[in-house]
């Protein structure tokens, strides 16, 4: 590990200053993915800007009859949440599948949501990597790529997103609450927050330099039947090979968003009324455009099985 300066900021508009000032500096949390890769020398920031004293470890009831849920909330407080349990199960069930208890206990809801590949390439630092050294290549294309992403991949990059939360995140339609270095507060919804690798899968968000994340915010509760279902290689501790968040209404309609497939929580909102159809019409559409390779394209027939699956249990009398 690469010797690095530590500031303990005091409020979020100090450690947005800070890390903005400075090219390279990071925020940290529970830093249980930045450690790692601190390391390992994949991420090598010359300041650290300790976010913990913030006071963003609150959930909140809003105006409008949702959550806010703060960047600092423990993985398992939230997932043990009351309010959380009862009225955004997927939320609950999806933080629940990811890693393991003593992470849980100390990884953040901004973290989970900014937590970097864990594609084999991006961890060697001696292949080649376009998400770790632009221009470098990427190793994964014509190499081993089971665990990774089948759609939305680019010739630049084949990486997957490894997080659980942000695929229940994106099925409930939330927002990413962020401080700006200017002091001007910012919403992104979570289907514009993560970014396509295209030609710079380096920049895999879109935060500003030194924007910090504050909260995320969950609009009032969808109801309906909130499941989420992650197919892995072992039963704890362990990233998806793929996985679906879905809320089933009554009617049958439903809101679907796929993990371990894509760069991003990958959700199709155009195709989700093809499911009145059935599931193949809706897969049609909702993976129109995917590129797997030999090594993984065994990932599209089992999300579609997965997503069968899931519908039928959710239909079945109890």
């Known amino acids: ?56 470890d609150r959930v909140e009831a809003t105006r409008e009859g949702g959550l806010r849920i703060g960047a600092l909330v ?37 973290g989970n949501l900014l937590q970097r590949t864990r594609c084999p390439y991006f961890y060697d630092t001696r292949q080649p ?21 089948v759609i939305g991949t680019s010739p630049a990059c084949i990486a997957q997103h490894p997080s659980d939360m942000a695929v229940a995140m994106r099925v409930l339609d939330a927002e990413v609450e962020t401080l700006q270095p200017d002091g001007r507060p910012r919403r ?5 927050f993560h970014r396509l690798p295209g030609d710079t899968p380096h920049v895999e968000h879109t935060l500003a330099p030194g924007e910090l994340v ?3 915010l969950l609009p009032p509760p969808a109801g309906g039947s909130q499941v989420y279902r992650k197919v892995r290689d072992r039963a704890s501790y362990a990233f998806a090979l793929v996985s679906v968040a879905a809320i089933v209404q009554r ?17 199709v909102e155009a195709a989700e ?46």
Not at 9 to 23: G, L
Not at 79 to 108: E, F, I, K, M, P
Not at 251 to 267: H, T
Not at 285 to 307: I, M, S, V, Y
Request: aromatic share 6%; glycine share 12%; with cysteine.
């Open 74 to 110: 423990r993985n398992s407080d939230l997932a043990g949440h009351a309010t959380v349990r009862r009225d955004y199960a997927v939320l609950s069930r999806a933080l629940l599948a990811g890693a393991s208890g003593q992470l849980r206990n100390r990884a953040t809801t901004a």
């Open 214 to 216: 504050t909260a995320v």
């Open 251 to 267: 009617d049958g309609s439903a809101r679907l968003a796929f993990g371990g497939v894509a760069p991003k929580p990958w959700r």
């Open 273 to 318: 009324p093809l499911l009145a159809q059935g599931v193949g019409p809706y897969f049609s559409q909702a993976f129109a455009g995917a590129r797997p390779t030999p090594d993984n394209a065994f990932k599209l027939p089992l999300a579609q099985r997965t997503l069968a699956g899931l519908l039928h249990s959710v239909k079945a009398p109890a």
């Open 1 to 56: 590990m690469k010797p690095f300066g530590y500031l303990r900021a005091r409020t979020p508009a100090e450690a947005a200053a800070a890390v903005a000032s400075q090219p390279g500096a990071r925020f940290i949390a529970g830093g249980t993915n930045l450690v790692d890769l601190m390391k390992l020398q994949i991420e090598t920031p010359g300041q650290l800007v300790d976010i913990n004293a913030l006071g963003l």
């Open 188 to 192: 992104i919804p979570i289907a514009d």
């Open 129 to 149: 990597c376009n998400k770790r050294q632009p221009g470098s290549g990427c190793g994964a294309l014509g190499g081993v790529s089971r665990s990774l992403a």
